[in-house]
C-alpha cells in the first residue's frame, strides 16, 4: 500500500473523529457558560426574556396572547419533530434496502467500505432520532404551559414560576433538537467524504460562535430601557 492510499483510507480515521471533537468541545463550552453565566449567552438571555414576559402575562391575566405565542411555537416544533421522524424512517427503509452510498464512489475522496457507509447512516438516523425526541419534549413542555399560562386566577407566585419553568425548558429542548439538526448536517456531508464533514463542522462552529454568546456591556442595558418603556406606556394609558 502507497502513501496515498493509505491517505486516503484513513483519511475518516484523522478529520471525521476531529469534526466531531471540535463541535462537542464547543457544545461543552456552551453548556458551561449557560450554567454558569446565562447571561452571557443567547439561550440564556431568551430564557430571561421569555421569563419576564410569563411575569407580564400572568400580571396582565392576557390569556388569549400567551396561548397564540405558545401555540405557535408548538405548531413549529411539532413541524420539525414531523420531519426529523420522517427522515428517520427514510434513512431506515434506505439501511434495509441497501448498504451502498448513493453517491459515486469516484466523487468521494476517503473510506468507501461498506462498514463505513453503514456508520454514516446509523450516525445520521442517531442524530434525526435525538432531535425527534427532543422536539417532542419541547412540545410537551409548551402545552403544558398553555395551561398554566390560561389558567384563570394563576397569579401567585407558585404559579409564575412553574409557568416559567415550563416555558424554560420547552425552550431548552427546542434548543437541543436544533443542535441534533446541526450533527446531522455534518454527517450528512460525511457521505461526500471526510473533507467536507471537517469543513462544515468548523464553518458550523463558527458561525454559532457568533449567535450563542452575547456581549457582556449589553446584557444591563436591554432591561433597563424595556422597563422604562413598559413605565411609559402604562402611563399614556
Known sequence: MDFKNFQKEYLDVVLVPSG????????LFLLY?????P????????????????????????????????????????YLATISLTLCSLI??????????????EIIYGNTSPSIISIKYICLLTCFLLAF??????????VHSNFLLSTPGATSKAD??????????????????????YFALNF?????????????????????SCHDFKRSDNNQ?????AVAVNESALLIS
Open 160 to 181: 409564575v414560576r412553574k409557568a416559567k419553568r415550563a416555558v424554560e425548558r420547552g425552550s431548552e429542548f427546542w434548543s437541543l433538537g436544533l443542535r441534533a439538526l
Open 188 to 208: 450528512l456531508l460525511w457521505f461526500f467524504g471526510p473533507v467536507p464533514m471537517f469543513v462544515s463542522s468548523v464553518t458550523t462552529v463558527v458561525m454559532l
Open 39 to 78: 447571561l452571557s449567552t443567547a439561550m440564556g438571555y431568551e430564557n430571561k426574556d421569555k421569563k419576564t414576559w410569563v411575569g407580564k402575562i400572568l400580571q396582565g391575566q392576557d390569556s388569549a396572547t400567551a396561548v397564540t405565542v405558545i401555540s405557535n411555537n408548538t405548531t413549529a416544533t411539532i
Open 221 to 225: 442595558k436591554w432591561p433597563a430601557s
Open 133 to 142: 425526541s427532543c422536539f417532542v419534549q419541547s412540545a410537551r413542555h409548551l
Open 20 to 27: 466531531l471533537l471540535i463541535m462537542l468541545i464547543y457544545h
Open 92 to 105: 431506515g427503509a434506505w439501511m434495509a434496502k441497501s448498504t451502498n452510498n448513493f453517491f459515486p464512489r
Open 33 to 37: 457558560k449557560y450554567l454558569k453565566h
